[in-house]
């Protein structure tokens, strides 16, 4: 009986080690479709913040991208703290934009949306191959600009 107790203890152990392993082995492009889900809300509110600012405010052209979200988000900092660790850009057009979130590598486009619409525009994350961190959205068209 104990000889068997100890095959049944290092068989769980080694099938733990391979569990373990197997969640490290992850790739790093891999994304959380939950975390994303929660990312494309809060970047709905980021965005029409931005779009608002660009739009009403006159921010200076000079702006970088993030000078111009901080800009846009002083009323709310919490707006640009739910993308800490992430890359965040901004393309103005028009008195109109949009905002684009990358990992933090600025490799991967994973979400993207202009301020003018009301639902997130872009899920980037899901489309494969994964896409570089460039704006895609036509601002013109999205925001009705001939």
């Known amino acids: 009986m104990k000889a068997r107790g100890k095959t049944d203890a290092g068989a769980i152990i080694v099938a733990l080690a391979i569990f373990l392993l197997a969640g490290c082995a992850s790739s790093p492009d891999q994304v959380d479709a939950e975390e994303m889900y ?7 509110k980021l965005s029409a913040a931005v779009e608002s600012a660009v739009r009403y405010k006159n921010p200076p052209s000079v702006l970088g ?3 111009l979200l901080v800009f846009a988000t002083r009323h709310d ?6 993308f800490r660790g992430y890359q965040v850009r901004v393309l103005r057009q028009d008195r ?23 639902p997130m525009d872009r899920a980037r ?21 001939e």
């Open 38 to 44: 929660i990312k494309a809300s809060a970047l709905t």
């Open 96 to 118: 109109h934009s949009a905002v684009l979130v990358c990992n933090a590598t600025g490799a991967r486009a994973l979400l993207e949306d202009a301020g003018c619409t009301g």
């Open 65 to 67: 991208d993030q000078e």
């Open 77 to 82: 900092p919490a707006l640009l703290e739910n």
């Open 125 to 145: 994350w899901k489309e494969a191959p994964p896409q570089p961190c460039d704006f895609s959205i036509d601002i013109g068209k999205a925001c009705g600009v």
